[in-house]
């Protein structure tokens, strides 16, 4: 008995020991972050070293970092994540020495990066989701980079701003910039109709220029056994269960998919509950019941949509330009018969059709608070720009992109793209092909002028560049856009807010069942005002004057 | 032995149902095998169902010349060896001791509360994850044997198979002259192989499956172990927000075949292990349960 007292109490003194050490230790991380990392971050034995007007720190710095490895890189012999072109340029160029802490396969960054932030041990920069970013700010653990952004080269500086000043506005906080904004190219992206032209041929259709010769276009590709093999087997429009690759319709109708909008007064709205987004699930109401969608969408997500298109179902896809690669090239090396080609999205009625946009940033890189000398970001950031977009010499190019064997420009450690790149590069590209001079491309633009050539030399497994950087390529309806501005952008362009972060995932699913069931006819068109209200009393009026609560004062 | 009506009907009735169920526990297994072996546009294009279309070895050879499943096999080998022997010898020494009663071992009861407590409570993922970085063996391949060293369910197993165990042989033993360790390798461990084989599949195939750790422990993925390495090429693509880079990596990647060739040969080796080890683990958890 005695003993079995002293060994609960024993016990309890255990536990409490091991709780106390526990939450000791979580309260102390982010201050202790700093000397924790002092042991592998010699940052600080760079803070004597000067930045002279060339911009090279000497004696050089060291930078902690973290990242992520692509698969398909692989280093040359004796080369490694800190030892490699990029790293050894950088060193000589602006006296910059690199440390990577940890690298992890793309697919987790988000699982690590969250850990490592857990734990308060942050390295001396690194890419941070929108809502770490939000976090790290809010802990005050960043480097303010206002003054580093202004005297940044300008052709760093430049490439943060060329899609707009959104990015860049989107990573500042109290008008100060807090992070580099690693810029995608959301407008690149926007979607356009992806259609196979020989089924068009077969069945002698015209190009679509309005919605309605889309319609036709999809109905003629469900009834009329546009693959010929006697069989009712065909759907006309590719529809998954998340709705990716509805955007370009719904654009058709003016309605835009989960974006925030300004509406007359100057107020940001959710475009999924406006009016125009009844008449364009009323039509796919009409679509889905005239046997034209796949009775299945409900439960495919993209992956398995794409499946149907391979094994050549599916004649008419709304998706960005890049679908070329993937998945059409899967289904024009499985049948020797098709041909896609992209169109410019096409309005319902005499409005032209507007592509919705995201702020489409991929990430923030972030600088730790403790680092001396910040502007080192945007020295390697101009390094990137030079290599990756304007170096024209083959030796370097050879050197810092692509040797042919690897894909060298991958071993960055800090990159930002351009907003219309491959926009661009079709250009100067289809400019060459008919010029054959390619002095005027760079190391990336050779790859793909490279593909196009063996492609018109007959090799069908690289159909899909020439269908993306072609003369006809999808980059020209890109282009066509961009010419013509035609892009609705969302307004919301922060880090998730909370009252989205506690109902989003909810209303979202919600949202979606909603939606199903109107396409599925199993509610009527008129159950989409009960759902508005619905939407707004499950959490959508508390996000919507949330978000212009942000919007009134950023 | 007569069997009635009823009987006859229980027994055709759980053949059905059972039946069914290994067919279901094995036809996604066939399936993997027949894409594996198909050419790569009929896997994408979802026609493989059960058996190869455009039958071909080409992703086997790919995977065999491919480097890191290669690579993160080996890892996992050295880590089911070494994890498991670790595993072992500290369930034997530990099961041991806590098998006698609270008389001869005075604080049993406090270390056998001290093992309970850690299956209860668990200090989560940022506390572990702290220890292994102020222990300094992050990235090495003890961080993945290290954390899970003492399986205390396996323990108990043990523990309860050694009460099992007359007592005449280990007062035999003493009397004998011998001491607690030499009734313990020469008496015990030979009698328990039953528990042993039971214990030590378990043990395999838990190091085996294991994939999160590897993640988040290892700090490149040229030293994932297999199954973190397989995670990491079958997880699903987010299409709702997809770039530029994601559909070029997309398109080097989706190959299916090579997908299903790689996550069959990564379950082979258990595959082939387990035929031989299965006889011993119905009698050996059983017979670890009869207490005196």
């Given at each position: 008995m ?9 016990l309890?003194i255990?536990a409490?020991l ?13 201050s202790e972050?700093?000397?924790?990392t ?8 760079g803070?004597?070293s000067v ?5 090279k ?6 930078l ?19 030892n ?7 060193e ?8 990577t802490l940890?690298t ?12 490592m932030?857990?734990t308060?041990d ?12 939000k976090?790290l700010v809010?802990?005050d653990?960043?480097?303010d ?5 202004e005297s940044?080269?300008d052709r760093a ?11 860049l506005?989107?990573?500042k ?5 807090m992070?580099i ?16 032209t ?20 999809i ?25 990716t690759t ?18 007359a007064?100057g ?17 796919l109401?009409?679509l889905?019941?005239k046997k034209?969608i796949?009775p ?5 997500d ?27 090239q ?8 098709a041909?896609w ?9 005499s409005q ?5 946009t ?5 990430g ?12 080192a970001l945007?020295?390697?950031?101009d390094?990137?720009v030079?290599m990756?977009?304007?170096n024209?010499d ?7 992109i ?14 930002a ?5 491959n926009?661009?590069?079709?250009i ?10 390619t ?8 790859g793909?002028?490279?593909k196009?050539?063996?492609f018109?030399a ?22 066509q ?10 307004e ?14 909810d209303i979202?699913?919600f ?15 008129d ?15 508390a996000?919507?004057?949330e ?8 | ?9 229980f ?5 059905i149902i059972?039946?069914?169920l ?10 993997i ?25 080409s ?6 010349s ?10 996992t080998?050295?880590?089911?060896l ?6 072992m010898?500290l369930i ?27 299956i209860?409570?668990s ?7 702290m ?11 003890w961080a993945?044997?290290?954390p899970?060293a ?5 323990i108990?197993?043990m523990?309860?198979?050694f009460r099992g165990?007359?007592?005449?042989l ?12 030499n ?5 015990y461990v030979?009698?328990?192989?039953p528990?042993?084989a039971t214990?030590s599949?378990?043990?395999i195939v ?13 700090n490149s ?8 390495y397989?995670?990491t090429?079958?997880i699903?693509?987010d ?17 299916r ?11 082979l080796?258990i ?5 031989f ?5 119905v009698t050996?958890?059983?017979?670890g349960?009869v207490?005196?």
């Open positions: 005695k003993n079995r007292v002293k060994s609960a109490f024993l309890v255990l409490s091991m709780l106390s050490a526990c939450s000791k230790n979580n309260d102390a991380s982010p972050s700093s000397s924790g002092s042991s592998v971050s010699p940052s600080e034995s803070s004597s930045a002279p007007s060339d911009g720190f000497d004696p050089p710095i060291t902690t970092t973290v990242g992520t490895v692509a698969p398909t890189v692989k280093y040359a012999s004796g080369d490694s994540v800190d490699n072109p990029w790293t050894r340029e950088y000589k160029r602006y006296g910059i020495k690199l440390k940890w992890v396969d793309d697919s987790q960054w988000e699982t690590k990066t969250n850990l932030i857990g308060g942050i390295p001396d920069f690194f890419k941070a989701s929108p809502a770490q970013f976090q809010d802990a653990l960043l480097a980079l206002t003054s580093a952004f940044a080269p500086a430049k490439i943060l701003t060329e899609g707009g000043n959104a990015a506005d989107s990573a906080f109290n008008g100060k910039l992070a904004p690693f810029t995608g190219a959301p407008k690149e992206g926007s979607q356009m109709v992806w259609i196979r020989d089924w068009l041929q077969k069945l002698s259709l015209p190009e679509p220029k309005t919605m309605d010769d889309l319609l036709k276009i109905d003629a590709f469900t009834t009329q056994d546009p693959d010929g093999n006697s069989k009712n087997d065909t759907f006309g429009l590719a529809v998954d269960k998340d709705f509805l955007k370009g319709f719904f654009n058709g109708y003016h309605a835009y998919y989960d974006i925030w909008i300004k509406d007064e107020k940001l709205q959710y475009s999924n509950i406006q009016p125009e987004m009844k008449t364009a699930l009323q039509k109401q009409e889905f019941k034209q796949d299945e969408f409900g439960t495919k993209f992956s398995k949509v794409a499946e149907s298109i391979v094994s050549s179902k599916i004649g008419v896809m709304f998706n960005s330009p890049y679908a070329g690669l993937y998945p059409l899967s289904n024009v090396d499985q049948d020797p018969k041909e080609k992209a169109f410019p999205i096409v309005s319902a009625d032209p059709a507007k592509n919705q995201a702020l489409g940033v991929l923030y890189w972030v600088v730790k608070k403790e680092v001396e000398h910040p502007e945007f020295s390697m950031l390094l990137w030079e990756f977009y304007e024209k083959d030796a370097l190019n050879k050197q810092f692509n040797d042919g064997n690897t894909e060298i420009w991958q071993m960055n450690k800090i990159a793209y351009r907003a219309f790149k926009a661009d590069q079709r100067k590209v289809t400019h060459a092909l008919e010029t054959k001079d002095s005027e491309l760079t190391g990336d633009d050779k793909v002028y490279d196009i050539s063996a018109q007959g090799d069908r497994k690289l159909w899909g560049w020439n269908a993306i950087f072609g003369a006809e390529g999808s980059m020209g309806v890109t282009d856009y961009r010419k013509n501005n035609a892009y609705v952008s969302d919301f362009i922060a880090a998730p807010l909370p009252a989205m972060t506690e109902r989003g995932a979202g699913k949202m979606n069942e909603r939606f199903t069931k109107i396409i599925y006819g199993a509610s009527s068109i159950e989409f005002d009960k759902f508005v209200s619905d939407w707004k009393q499950r959490g959508g009026d996000i919507t004057s978000v212009n609560d942000w919007f009134a004062n950023r | 032995m007569h069997t009635t009506r009823s009987q006859q009907a027994q055709i009735i759980n053949f059972l039946g069914l290994s067919i279901m526990c094995i036809l996604p297994l066939i399936h095998l027949a894409v594996s072996f198909s050419s790569s546009a009929a896997a994408t294009g979802g026609a493989v169902k059960l058996w190869p279309i455009g039958f071909n070895w992703s086997y050879e790919y995977v065999i491919s480097n890191r499943f290669l690579n993160s096999l080996g890892i080998f050295q880590r089911v070494l994890g498991g022997l670790v595993n010898i034997v020494i530990t099961a041991y001791p806590l098998s006698k009663e609270s008389e001869r071992f005075r604080p049993r009861t406090f270390y056998a509360w001290f093992f309970l407590l850690t209860l409570f200090g989560g993922l940022i506390p572990i994850f220890i292994i970085r102020e222990t300094g063996i992050m990235g090495s391949i993945l044997v290290l899970g003492v399986p205390v369910f396996s108990i197993l523990l309860n198979f165990l007359p007592r005449d280990e007062e035999a033993a003493f009397i004998d002259g011998a001491g607690h360790l009734t313990l390798f020469r008496v030979p009698l328990s192989l528990a042993l214990i599949l378990l043990t838990g190091h085996w499956n294991a994939w999160f750790d590897g993640l988040v422990f290892m993925p040229d030293r994932y172990p297999l199954q973190s397989l995670q090429i079958i699903q693509q299409f709702t927000q997809m770039t530029e880079q994601d559909i070029k990596k997309m398109q080097l990647i989706s190959d075949t090579i997908k299903s060739a790689q996550i069959f040969l990564g379950s080796p595959l082939l292990l387990y035929p080890l299965q006889k011993y683990f050996g958890i059983t017979l349960s207490k005196e």
